[in-house]
């Protein structure tokens, strides 16, 4: 019966097959787990020595052995104390000195599981059982001392010799520790020398084998149960390669009477002395094994590598994708072999004979799935695909604008903000002013309260999308202009100067440094008239206390203000060209009016008493005092020299009087 423990051990074990006629050693070598059973019944050897250094020369095996393939059978072995069989002659001692490479010259070949200065304390012993022709002869060693001088037990061993199939065990028993051990386990043949042995080149439970160099220093006892088997693997024949589909016979040649057992990749354990693999896939590619079974032991395996589809596997396309239009997009394979013939095939009729093609200038419609089809000197072709993404090669580009416009004023902070396209994800900014780029200025904004005039600003893109033919751009350029700061004025100016009963006056308001767009209040009274946005107002009905006031609203950038005022009032007073009296019965008199800052205020001041003080006031358009001067009244009049800061804009201004607690209000033109 199949051991379940091989297929375990298999995959662990080293196989060593030297097959180069009967010179070298041709069994193969597999390393297994087991259970060591004591001979119980057997036959103790007669020794000639001790149980320390002893040895029989003639036992007795009682089947015909055939060692390592020889023609000519072996019905008795010698056997020594130190761990060591003989094949040919009469051993005539128990040489302790182990040396698989020339040692026992003239009774040679040595079977040796372990030759050492060794002890076997409770002496050697063989039995031969079964019943032909699958008997069993086996020698054991027990209760060793290894090194013999060294007290403690290390264990048994034994060697196996099985009819029929010629196989042979070690098998070990390892109970305790040993002491200066330096032994050699393993097989000769005849000859001496180099490549006439077996030598294994450890103790462990999966060692490796050596026919060119002998180790001789073997100290640590195997695992408990250890078996190391030498064997004989059957033959593999047929042919191991097929195209998927096809069909794999695999024949096995061995020792006759045996159970041939199959394993692999895509079957179970099958019995047989074929193995026959029908419409095969690539899933049935892989190495096989084969063992014989022969009385209840198995053999070594011999295997083949059964190849489905191409010897060296289906092709593997490769190509530089993704990649962007108008680049060379090429095309290979990374297991090229020169045995095969390759072609391809893909979008737009695309075709080539070879295995590196390319297609320059590719194109977005070029994108698609290629195939590359590799053909074999036995027939069969295999075939793979890739996908290719073809991606628009774009143009990055960037525009700024700032906010409000270019034109500010002095302090004013302006806002630049950028608009891009094929920036990619991850787009990268740099803001530049005067071409030296702004620390820190790295985001797709960037402003400033402190720019001068004529600063130029632009900003530098960095596209990090895939296919860009300028990754980097640079944008439009912004030049900046500081606007002055005005003030502005409005005068208000009436069609007539003396109103006839139920006749309307025009009003027109009259504006300086108001900007393109500027707008207008009007107020009669101090109502606003709705609706009246423009520069003229016509009135009607109106009366002698009547007022009219324009309010200017500047649209120029930088107004200090952006309002001015002017009034229109007692539409029956004559306002002469240099003189303006405010009222029939004030008497304020003020020339010259227009004036250039410098004018003279008077009035006649019967009614109020000497010495008197007098305030005279200058209000601009936004009711700021701008002026204010003191006079007294003298022999019933006042007068009094005004001289404004010469810093005050031209505009109309207000001229108030206070004269023992009566006001006065009249307009003062200033031009400059």
């Not at 290894?146 to 060697?159: E, K, M, T």
């Not at 628009?392 to 950028?418: L, M, R, Y």
């Not at 209040?521 to 107002?537: H, Q, R």
Request: proline share 5%; with cysteine; net charge negative.
């Amino acid at each position: 019966m199949r051991k379940n423990y091989f297929l375990a051990s298999l995959l662990l074990s080293f196989i060593f097959c030297v097959q180069l006629g009967q010179a070298q050693v041709t069994y193969r070598f597999t390393a297994l787990g087991g259970t060591y059973t004591t001979l119980t019944g057997a036959t103790a050897v007669g020794l000639i020595g001790n149980t320390n250094d002893g040895y029989n020369g003639f036992i007795n095996i009682g089947f015909n052995f055939y060692y390592n393939g020889a023609a000519t059978a072996t019905t008795s072995v010698g056997v020594s104390t130190n761990g060591f069989l003989t094949l040919n002659g009469f051993l005539n001692n128990s040489t302790p000195t182990n040396n698989l490479t020339s040692g026992l010259n003239g009774r040679r070949p040595v079977i040796a599981p372990l030759w050492d200065d060794i002890s076997a304390t409770s002496g050697l012993s063989y039995l031969t059982s079964g019943v032909a022709p699958n008997r069993v002869f086996t020698m054991q060693w027990r209760n060793i001392h290894w090194n013999q001088a060294y007290v403690p037990i290390a264990g048994s061993f034994q060697v196996k010799l099985y009819e029929t199939s010629n196989f042979i065990d070690f098998q070990y028993d390892s109970t305790g520790t040993t002491q200066n051990a330096t032994a050699s386990i393993g097989l000769t043949e005849t000859a001496t020398g180099s490549g006439s042995f077996v030598s294994l080149q450890n103790t462990s439970n999966a060692p490796t084998t050596s026919t060119t160099t002998e180790t001789t220093n073997l100290s640590t006892m195997m695992h408990p149960g250890q078996i190391y088997r030498w064997s004989y693997a059957p033959t593999i024949s047929g042919t191991p390669g097929a195209c998927i589909g096809q069909t794999i016979t695999l024949t096995a040649t061995g020792i006759a009477g045996a159970t041939f057992t199959w394993t692999g990749p895509n079957i179970v354990p099958t019995t047989g002395p074929s193995l026959t693999l029908t419409n095969v896939t690539l899933a049935d590619a892989g190495t096989y094994y084969l063992t014989q079974t022969i009385g209840g032991i198995e053999s070594a395996a011999d295997s083949v590598l059964v190849v489905v589809g191409l010897p060296q596997g289906a092709p593997i396309a490769t190509a530089n994708t993704p990649i962007c239009s108008g680049q060379t997009l090429n095309f290979g394979v990374s297991n090229f072999s020169p045995s095969f013939t390759y072609s391809w095939t893909g979008p737009n009729a695309f075709a080539s004979p070879l295995a590196s093609p390319s297609i320059p200038n590719v194109a977005v419609t070029d994108a698609g799935d290629y195939i590359v089809t590799a053909l074999a000197f036995n027939g069969c072709s295999e075939n793979d695909t890739i996908h290719v993404d073809v991606t628009q090669t774009d143009t990055a580009n960037i525009d700024i604008s700032v906010s409000p416009n270019d034109t500010i004023c002095v302090g004013d902070d302006a806002e630049f903000t950028s608009a891009i396209t094929n920036g990619g994800a991850g787009p990268q900014y740099q803001w530049v002013r005067n071409s030296y780029w702004v620390f820190g200025a790295t985001d797709s904004f960037w402003g400033s309260n402190a720019l001068v005039n004529f600063d130029t600003i632009y900003c530098i893109l960095t596209s990090n999308k895939t296919c860009v033919a300028n990754p980097v751009d640079t944008s439009n350029s912004i030049v900046i202009s500081l606007a002055s700061y005005l003030v502005p004025s409005v005068t208000l100016t009436a069609s007539v100067n003396t109103q006839l009963p139920g006749q309307p006056i025009d009003f027109t308001a009259v504006a300086i440094n108001a900007g393109v767009n500027p707008t207008y209040s009007w107020y009669k009274n101090g109502i606003l008239m709705p609706a009246v946005t423009g520069t003229t107002y016509t009135g009607y009905n109106l009366t002698m206390n009547d007022q009219v006031k324009v309010v200017l609203h500047s649209g120029f950038t930088c107004a200090i203000i952006d309002t001015a005022t002017d009034f229109w009032g007692n539409p029956n007073i004559v306002i002469p060209t240099n003189v303006v009296s405010a009222s029939n019965s004030n008497n304020i008199d003020l020339y010259p009016n227009p004036n250039n800052g410098a004018f003279v205020v008077s009035r006649n001041a019967a009614a109020i008493a000497n010495g008197t003080e007098v305030t005279a006031e200058i209000i601009n358009a936004i009711g700021q005092v701008v002026y204010t001067g003191n006079a007294t009244v003298t022999n019933g009049k006042f007068s009094k020299e005004v001289t404004l800061d010469a810093n005050l804009p031209a505009g109309i201004y207000i001229l108030r009087i206070n004269a023992g607690g009566t006001n006065s209000t009249l307009r003062v033109t200033i031009n400059k």
